[in-house]
């Protein structure tokens, strides 16, 4: 089981990202999926699932209307669209599945910085 995280980086208040994250090693298309961030000194937060299918989607509060979760299942491939970033959006961003051990998989992270 493999997932890589990419499309982080350095944006300005307001500005918007697209993460992606690249599945394989599994059923891709048989599991829900779901992101996560730990900004520093803070607990990891659960930001958006997307269940196997795509047809249902879950936010925390903090981010609906400005992040959206969707996948591709041809490309084994979840994304997240960040929207209107503020500097409480700065973290480590990670994807993680429910499978590969009894704990899940995680992939390595992508950082995420929102400051003028």
């Known amino acids: 089981v493999q997932l890589v995280e990419s499309g982080g980086g350095l944006v300005q208040p307001g500005g918007s990202l697209r993460l992606s994250c690249a599945a394989s090693?599994?059923?891709?298309?048989?599991?829900?999926i779901t992101w996560y961030r730990r900004a520093p000194g803070k607990e990891r937060e659960l930001v958006a699932t997307i269940t196997s299918t795509g047809g249902s989607t879950y936010y925390t509060d903090s981010v609906k209307g400005r992040f959206t979760i969707s996948r591709d299942n041809a490309k084994n491939t979840v994304y997240l669209q960040m929207n209107t970033l503020e500097p409480e959006d700065t973290a480590v961003y990670y994807c993680?599945?429910?499978?590969?051990?009894?704990?899940?998989?995680w992939g390595q992270g992508t950082q995420v910085t929102v400051s003028s």
């Open positions: 090693g599994f059923p891709f298309r048989w599991y829900s």
């Open positions: 993680y599945a429910p499978i590969g051990s009894s704990e899940g998989s």
